[in-house]
Protein backbone atom coordinates (compact mmCIF):
# COMPACT_ATOMS: atom_id res chain seq x y z
CA UNK A 1 0.00 0.00 0.00
CA UNK A 2 2.92 2.30 0.93
CA UNK A 3 3.99 2.55 -2.38
CA UNK A 4 0.79 3.55 -4.12
CA UNK A 5 -0.38 5.99 -1.66
CA UNK A 6 3.26 7.54 -1.19
CA UNK A 7 4.59 7.17 -4.78
CA UNK A 8 1.68 6.39 -6.71
CA UNK A 9 3.11 3.79 -7.96
CA UNK A 10 1.33 0.48 -9.45
CA UNK A 11 3.08 -2.76 -8.89
CA UNK A 12 2.86 -5.75 -11.43
CA UNK A 13 3.84 -8.90 -9.09
CA UNK A 14 5.19 -11.79 -10.96
CA UNK A 15 5.38 -15.25 -9.52
CA UNK A 16 9.19 -16.20 -8.64
CA UNK A 17 10.71 -19.00 -10.23
CA UNK A 18 12.57 -21.59 -8.19
CA UNK A 19 15.78 -20.21 -8.23
CA UNK A 20 14.90 -17.19 -7.02
CA UNK A 21 14.56 -15.37 -10.19
CA UNK A 22 11.59 -13.68 -12.41
CA UNK A 23 11.69 -15.44 -15.54
CA UNK A 24 12.14 -12.51 -18.08
CA UNK A 25 9.86 -13.83 -20.29
CA UNK A 26 6.86 -13.50 -17.78
CA UNK A 27 8.39 -10.26 -16.81
CA UNK A 28 8.01 -8.57 -20.66
CA UNK A 29 5.11 -9.97 -21.02
CA UNK A 30 3.87 -7.98 -18.15
CA UNK A 31 5.11 -4.49 -19.70
CA UNK A 32 2.32 -2.57 -20.20
CA UNK A 33 1.87 -1.31 -23.99
CA UNK A 34 1.96 2.53 -24.09
CA UNK A 35 -1.64 3.55 -23.95
CA UNK A 36 -3.33 6.14 -21.83
CA UNK A 37 -5.55 4.13 -20.47
CA UNK A 38 -2.51 1.95 -18.44
CA UNK A 39 -0.15 3.04 -15.79
CA UNK A 40 3.47 3.43 -17.90
CA UNK A 41 5.70 0.97 -17.00
CA UNK A 42 9.18 2.42 -15.56
CA UNK A 43 10.98 -0.02 -13.41
CA UNK A 44 11.87 -3.42 -12.77
CA UNK A 45 13.13 -4.21 -8.84
CA UNK A 46 14.83 -7.48 -8.33
CA UNK A 47 16.24 -9.11 -4.87
CA UNK A 48 19.21 -10.70 -4.50
CA UNK A 49 19.34 -12.29 -2.37
CA UNK A 50 15.86 -13.52 -2.73
CA UNK A 51 14.83 -16.21 0.04
CA UNK A 52 18.50 -16.70 0.68
CA UNK A 53 19.61 -17.50 -3.20
CA UNK A 54 22.24 -16.10 -5.11
CA UNK A 55 20.92 -14.71 -8.92
CA UNK A 56 22.85 -16.12 -11.40
CA UNK A 57 25.64 -12.98 -12.48
CA UNK A 58 24.27 -14.21 -15.82
CA UNK A 59 20.96 -13.69 -15.44
CA UNK A 60 21.54 -10.31 -14.12
CA UNK A 61 23.33 -9.44 -17.74
CA UNK A 62 19.99 -10.92 -19.08
CA UNK A 63 17.59 -8.33 -17.25
CA UNK A 64 19.63 -5.48 -18.05
CA UNK A 65 19.78 -6.02 -21.47
CA UNK A 66 15.91 -6.33 -21.29
CA UNK A 67 15.46 -3.00 -19.51
CA UNK A 68 18.00 -1.42 -21.47
CA UNK A 69 15.95 -2.33 -24.26
CA UNK A 70 12.66 -1.77 -23.03
CA UNK A 71 13.54 1.50 -21.25
CA UNK A 72 12.68 0.62 -18.02
CA UNK A 73 15.33 1.55 -15.06
CA UNK A 74 16.41 -1.49 -12.79
CA UNK A 75 16.48 -1.63 -8.94
CA UNK A 76 18.05 -3.68 -7.01
CA UNK A 77 16.39 -4.47 -3.45
CA UNK A 78 19.62 -5.86 -2.20
CA UNK A 79 18.83 -5.89 1.50
CA UNK A 80 21.20 -8.90 1.75
CA UNK A 81 23.24 -8.20 -1.50
CA UNK A 82 26.64 -8.98 0.88
CA UNK A 83 25.58 -12.21 1.17
CA UNK A 84 25.32 -12.66 -2.38
CA UNK A 85 28.70 -11.09 -2.75
CA UNK A 86 30.33 -13.18 -0.32
CA UNK A 87 28.68 -16.40 -1.74
CA UNK A 88 30.12 -15.83 -5.14
CA UNK A 89 33.54 -14.49 -4.11
CA UNK A 90 33.02 -11.06 -5.59
CA UNK A 91 33.04 -7.80 -5.18
CA UNK A 92 29.54 -6.10 -4.54
CA UNK A 93 30.12 -4.10 -7.50
CA UNK A 94 30.48 -6.68 -9.72
CA UNK A 95 26.59 -7.43 -9.01
CA UNK A 96 25.52 -3.89 -8.43
CA UNK A 97 27.22 -3.08 -11.51
CA UNK A 98 23.79 -3.87 -13.79
CA UNK A 99 21.74 -1.79 -11.55
CA UNK A 100 20.26 2.13 -11.83
CA UNK A 101 19.85 2.00 -7.79
CA UNK A 102 20.30 0.00 -4.84
CA UNK A 103 19.11 -0.67 -1.65
CA UNK A 104 21.18 -2.46 1.34
CA UNK A 105 20.00 -3.43 4.65
CA UNK A 106 23.08 -2.44 7.39
CA UNK A 107 20.97 -3.91 10.22
CA UNK A 108 20.43 -7.66 8.99
CA UNK A 109 23.33 -9.98 8.53
CA UNK A 110 25.58 -7.48 9.10
CA UNK A 111 24.62 -6.24 12.35
CA UNK A 112 24.34 -2.57 12.25
CA UNK A 113 21.53 -1.42 15.19
CA UNK A 114 19.23 0.12 12.42
CA UNK A 115 19.63 1.32 9.04
CA UNK A 116 19.44 0.91 5.40
CA UNK A 117 21.28 3.01 2.54
CA UNK A 118 19.73 3.53 -0.91
CA UNK A 119 22.64 4.21 -3.87
CA UNK A 120 22.05 5.64 -6.98
CA UNK A 121 22.63 8.79 -9.17
CA UNK A 122 22.98 12.06 -7.90
CA UNK A 123 19.90 13.10 -9.13
CA UNK A 124 18.01 10.22 -7.68
CA UNK A 125 19.66 10.52 -4.31
CA UNK A 126 18.45 14.35 -4.29
CA UNK A 127 14.76 12.82 -5.04
CA UNK A 128 14.80 10.65 -1.97
CA UNK A 129 16.18 13.01 0.15
CA UNK A 130 13.39 15.44 -0.78
CA UNK A 131 10.93 12.68 -0.67
CA UNK A 132 12.59 11.13 3.59
CA UNK A 133 12.29 14.65 4.37
CA UNK A 134 9.02 15.08 3.14
CA UNK A 135 7.89 11.01 5.10
CA UNK A 136 9.14 12.15 8.44
CA UNK A 137 12.64 10.27 7.70
CA UNK A 138 14.82 12.42 8.23
CA UNK A 139 17.21 11.80 11.20
CA UNK A 140 19.24 14.65 13.08
CA UNK A 141 22.85 13.83 14.37
CA UNK A 142 22.13 10.61 12.22
CA UNK A 143 26.49 10.67 12.37
CA UNK A 144 26.24 7.75 15.58
CA UNK A 145 24.04 5.73 13.08
CA UNK A 146 26.36 5.99 10.35
CA UNK A 147 29.57 5.37 12.19
CA UNK A 148 27.81 1.63 13.25
CA UNK A 149 26.84 1.61 9.52
CA UNK A 150 30.25 1.80 8.46
CA UNK A 151 31.52 0.04 11.11
CA UNK A 152 29.78 -2.94 9.63
CA UNK A 153 30.67 -2.44 5.97
CA UNK A 154 34.44 -1.76 6.88
CA UNK A 155 34.52 -5.11 9.33
CA UNK A 156 31.25 -7.44 9.51
CA UNK A 157 31.38 -8.43 5.63
CA UNK A 158 33.45 -11.15 4.81
CA UNK A 159 32.23 -12.64 8.33
CA UNK A 160 28.85 -13.37 6.38
CA UNK A 161 30.62 -16.19 5.40
CA UNK A 162 30.64 -17.83 8.91
CA UNK A 163 26.71 -17.38 8.70
CA UNK A 164 26.41 -19.15 5.86
CA UNK A 165 28.70 -22.10 7.37
CA UNK A 166 26.33 -22.03 10.36
CA UNK A 167 23.14 -22.39 7.98
CA UNK A 168 24.95 -25.39 5.82
CA UNK A 169 25.75 -27.23 9.61
CA UNK A 170 22.01 -26.24 11.07
CA UNK A 171 20.78 -27.62 7.83
CA UNK A 172 22.69 -30.73 7.97
CA UNK A 173 21.75 -31.62 11.37
CA UNK A 174 18.15 -30.97 10.89
CA UNK A 175 18.42 -32.93 7.96
CA UNK A 176 20.34 -36.11 9.44
CA UNK A 177 17.11 -36.02 12.47
CA UNK A 178 14.86 -36.39 8.85
CA UNK A 179 13.20 -33.46 8.41
CA UNK A 180 13.49 -32.07 4.82
CA UNK A 181 15.34 -29.27 4.43
CA UNK A 182 15.94 -26.99 0.86
CA UNK A 183 19.03 -26.01 -0.41
CA UNK A 184 21.10 -23.57 1.32
CA UNK A 185 23.10 -21.18 -0.71
CA UNK A 186 23.48 -18.21 2.16
CA UNK A 187 22.27 -17.55 5.44
CA UNK A 188 18.59 -18.56 5.28
CA UNK A 189 17.33 -22.20 6.41
CA UNK A 190 13.67 -23.41 5.16
CA UNK A 191 12.72 -26.60 6.88
CA UNK A 192 9.25 -28.42 6.27
CA UNK A 193 7.63 -29.11 9.46
CA UNK A 194 4.14 -29.31 8.80
CA UNK A 195 1.60 -29.48 11.76
CA UNK A 196 4.24 -30.07 14.03
CA UNK A 197 5.17 -25.84 13.58
CA UNK A 198 2.81 -24.98 16.58
CA UNK A 199 4.04 -27.80 18.74
CA UNK A 200 7.56 -27.03 17.79
CA UNK A 201 7.45 -23.62 18.31
CA UNK A 202 6.10 -24.51 21.70
CA UNK A 203 9.16 -27.08 22.77
CA UNK A 204 11.85 -24.81 21.08
CA UNK A 205 10.15 -22.14 23.22
CA UNK A 206 10.30 -23.64 26.23
CA UNK A 207 14.34 -23.97 26.09
CA UNK A 208 15.01 -20.37 24.77
CA UNK A 209 15.09 -20.59 21.49
CA UNK A 210 12.36 -18.25 19.74
CA UNK A 211 10.81 -19.58 16.20
CA UNK A 212 7.46 -18.64 14.27
CA UNK A 213 4.78 -21.19 14.00
CA UNK A 214 5.07 -21.81 9.60
CA UNK A 215 4.96 -24.85 8.30
CA UNK A 216 7.33 -24.08 6.17
CA UNK A 217 10.00 -22.68 8.91
CA UNK A 218 12.90 -19.93 8.35
CA UNK A 219 15.80 -19.76 10.01
CA UNK A 220 18.29 -17.22 9.26
CA UNK A 221 21.99 -16.51 10.66
CA UNK A 222 23.17 -13.79 11.82
CA UNK A 223 26.40 -11.99 13.48
CA UNK A 224 24.38 -12.79 16.97
CA UNK A 225 24.11 -16.37 15.96
CA UNK A 226 27.01 -18.41 17.36
CA UNK A 227 28.40 -21.73 16.14
CA UNK A 228 27.34 -22.83 19.40
CA UNK A 229 23.26 -21.58 19.16
CA UNK A 230 23.45 -23.99 16.14
CA UNK A 231 24.24 -27.27 18.55
CA UNK A 232 21.51 -25.79 21.17
CA UNK A 233 18.73 -25.62 18.22
CA UNK A 234 19.51 -28.75 16.75
CA UNK A 235 19.75 -30.77 20.09
CA UNK A 236 16.36 -29.37 20.83
CA UNK A 237 14.74 -30.02 17.53
CA UNK A 238 16.16 -33.77 18.47
CA UNK A 239 14.94 -33.59 22.01
CA UNK A 240 11.64 -32.50 20.34
CA UNK A 241 12.01 -35.43 17.92
CA UNK A 242 12.01 -38.16 20.30
CA UNK A 243 9.04 -36.56 22.98
C1 LIG B 1 14.45 -5.72 5.45
C2 LIG B 1 14.20 -5.63 4.00
C3 LIG B 1 13.94 -4.40 3.39
C4 LIG B 1 13.73 -3.11 4.15
O1 LIG B 1 14.72 -2.63 4.89
P1 LIG B 1 14.40 -1.33 5.77
O2 LIG B 1 15.65 -1.09 6.53
O3 LIG B 1 13.24 -1.67 6.64
O4 LIG B 1 14.06 -0.25 4.82
C5 LIG B 1 13.78 -4.37 2.03
N1 LIG B 1 13.86 -5.49 1.30
C6 LIG B 1 14.07 -6.69 1.85
C7 LIG B 1 14.13 -7.91 0.99
C8 LIG B 1 14.24 -6.81 3.22
O5 LIG B 1 14.47 -8.01 3.77
Redesign the pocket.
Known sequence: MKVAVLGSIQPQPIEGEADGSLDLAKVEAAIKQDDFHFARTRLLAL?NTMQGKVLPQAYLQAARELTTRRGLALHL?G??LYNAAVKLGVPARQITQYFDSV?V?L??GLGAPV??VLCGSAELIGRARRLRKMVGGGIRQAGMLAAAGLYALEHQVQRLADDHANAERLAAGLRELGYTVEPVQTNMVYVAVAEQAGALQAFCAARGIKLSAAPRLRMVTHLDIAAADIEQVIAAFAAFCVS
Open positions: EDARSCSKGS
